[in-house]
């Protein structure tokens, strides 16, 4: 019988990219009964620090993250907020 993938296990890994002190959060999900894992929909792939991007088999997404209070959030962003300290 085909598995409905009703229940899913995610894991989250966060890699440093220590020589441009950047990061991003790298997503996986599996289905927790047959282990088929997901694919992410809608995602260019590649390595983008300032948005989200997908592995070229579309299993990892990688969307950057940075720490709170170093650049604009978007409320922020829309209100037209610029930081001019940037990595
Ligand atoms: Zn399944």
């Known amino acids: 019988m085909a598995c409905k993938h009703e229940n899913f ?3 989250v890994g966060v890699a440093r990219i220590e020589d ?3 990061f991003l959060a790298e997503i996986r999900i ?3 009964d047959c282990g088929v894992p997901m694919q992410f929909m809608g995602l260019q792939p590649g390595m ?3 948005g989200a991007t997908v592995s070229l088999d579309g299993l990892e997404a990688r969307i950057g993250i ?8 978007p409320l922020q962003s829309l209100l037209g907020y610029t ?3 940037h990595n």
Do not use: E, L, W
Not at 66 to 73: E, L, S
């Open 66 to 73: 940075h720490p709170k209070g170093q650049r604009p959030n």
């Open 83 to 85: 930081i001019s300290a």
């Open 20 to 22: 441009k002190g950047r």
């Open 9 to 11: 296990n995610a894991s």
């Open 48 to 50: 983008n620090y300032d």
């Open 30 to 32: 599996t289905c927790r």
